[in-house]
């Protein structure tokens, strides 16, 4: 069983910057392929990026050269860097972690981009 608490989501204005982090608990992430999912008020829940146990990243096209997915095994935290937002980024982003037919999910933090 993985544990997964996100952090980081917050209020910003178009064109700031956020780092949200996903720490893990009951055990280590590095066989997992990570992602963060975002899901926006009334829309379906969408991948935005994800990394594979390798250390492979792939990104929606929405976000590609605005962020970056990253993680740290030794503190079994995965980040997601997001600079020059946009308001239509704004929706709960979560984290999750896969391997095999196991799939774990954290609760969500909330992104909102507004001036």
């Known amino acids: 069983q993985v544990q997964l608490v996100e952090s980081g989501g917050g209020l910003v204005q178009p064109g700031g910057s956020l780092r949200l982090s996903c720490a893990a608990s009951?055990?280590?992430?590095?066989?997992?392929?990570m992602a963060w999912y975002r899901q926006a008020a009334g829309k379906q829940r969408e991948v935005v990026a994800t990394i594979t146990s390798d250390g492979i990243t792939d990104y929606a096209d929405s976000v590609k050269g605005r962020f970056t997915i990253s993680r740290d095994i030794a503190k079994n935290t995965m980040y997601l860097q997001m600079n020059s937002l946009k308001p239509e980024d704004t929706a709960v982003y979560h984290c999750?972690?896969?391997?095999?037919?196991?799939?774990?999910w954290g609760q969500g933090t909330q992104v909102t981009v507004s001036s």
């Open positions: 999750n972690a896969q391997w095999s037919v196991f799939s774990y």
């Open positions: 009951g055990r280590r992430i590095s066989p997992y392929t």
